[in-house]
């Protein structure tokens, strides 16, 4: 039990999960870029592995909270955002999975777009969880994490009404359909993390 | 940051969300009752309207939430009433929303039964709400929708059990039982804003 | 409003809760191993059966919670740990319930593999929630948990490929895909009452 914070711990934690997120994304869009190559189960693995020490941060970040009796700040904040840095983290690695598990051949154009909107949301959540302490800051990055959510969401859309349309394989939508739902739904889980970023910098105002 | 707290503008927030469902619910039975006409597209239009209105309230009520000392009731139950009620919303919009991402040509008698079932819910919600200051009334409301999402879900699995039977068409088996899934979905919502409504009254009693 | 809690009276609820989920995935098991029976009928509306008695010990442990102002730990984590038993429970009757909807005629041995790792989990949840008291013990319990939920997802994941090599039928594909997630889904949940059990005996450490 620690009765004087050391705080800085806690930020330490929170900025190494930030940074997995954007390690594992930009390996997704490399593993989407270069699908042809011999690199698809290297690249997966690598995801898995990243994914592996997310899972340890967060362990430790929350063994740390259980211990700690004075914090940085809401008690209940810290434990939301860590687990919603852990949730991004995980998504990332469940696309990645299914491309094994599903034996996918060949990625198409908007699963390339939504990764790419994954890694702009990656950059912003790293960005904002380094300047936590700089409100007007974070306030304005947590926007941004709202737009691309938005925009993910319409190029989801645009995505499944496009194979709905195309596809006469109806296990290849069942595939496809999924792969494009997580990759949004790791944009609204972006999008869960600022949300509990907004209400630390408002509280704290 | 406001000392003395004016309760009156949080109720008057939950009061628009929930008038914002009873809206929403509203214009899906027209959608699904006028299904043949011209004003398909017109009505997921206005649903989307609303459901960005919610978006607005909810981004309202959650900065008064941040910035307010004392609250009428507990901090976390604010926050989890309003964050209740705009899940309800967002997949009325999700159904409206799939109706023309999947090209739907001609709506299901099952589809038009779960959506009056979520009129009703709605109905109960702002009924609810607005009598939030008055438990007995509350809790009587708060069974009401419990028992509506028991009925949702029964009827939910008739219309995939009769999915499964009739249809041989894989990729209409996929579009509508995610249909009957998100309409479902929506009063799973409803009742999770009764589990909130039941928490705060007892809390008050 | 009891201002002395009957600590005990708490303690015994999540004894039921898990007890009865103990119930469920023995039934599970059985239904599983004995499908070509005409005991499948029997077997679904037992676990229905046990699945009513959960909400109800739910419930009351929420009315309980609601109206006790000096409660044996968190309130919060009270309330966690009262809903994470419940879903566990939800999930093995929505297992259930599928079998009989989605007129399944034999069980695959990965389906039967799976709820064999629910009933263990539900085993381990049982020793945990009795021993709440002593926390070495109750953090050994938590690793298995979490080392179940893993194991669960393998096997989830080896179901899932092999059903889309070898099924050429997308409607076997939907409806097995689902079993097999809300199979893996159960222990993710007891994997929540790991989480929600972990930090209540560090707080108390």
């Given at each position: 039990m620690e009765l004087i914070p050391r705080d800085e711990k806690f930020y330490e934690l929170f900025e190494r999960q930030a940074a997995n997120i954007g390690e594992a994304a930009r390996k997704l869009v490399e593993l989407f870029d270069h699908?042809?190559?011999?690199?698809v189960e290297k690249r997966v693995t690598e995801i898995k592995f990243i994914e592996h020490m997310g899972d340890q941060l967060t362990h430790e970040l929350m063994m740390k909270l259980n211990r700690t009796?004075?914090?940085?700040?809401d008690r209940e904040d810290i434990h939301s955002l860590s687990s919603a840095l852990d949730d991004v983290l995980d998504l990332i690695d469940a696309v990645a999975g299914r491309m094994v598990m599903y034996k996918v051949t060949a990625v198409t154009p908007g699963a390339g777009r939504l990764a790419r909107v994954i890694v702009h949301g990656a950059e912003i959540l790293v960005q904002a969880v380094a300047e936590l302490r700089k409100p007007e800051k974070v306030l304005e990055y947590c926007e941004q994490l709202a737009h691309l959510e938005e925009e993910a969401d319409r190029i989801k859309g645009e995505c499944i009404a496009r194979l709905f349309e195309n596809s006469n394989d109806p296990i290849e939508v069942i595939k496809w359909k999924e792969i494009y739902e997580v990759l949004e739904a790791t944009t609204d889980k972006c999008a869960d993390v600022a949300n509990v970023l907004e209400a630390v910098v408002l509280k704290a105002a």
């Open positions: 699908f042809d190559d011999h690199g009796f004075i914090t940085p700040f």
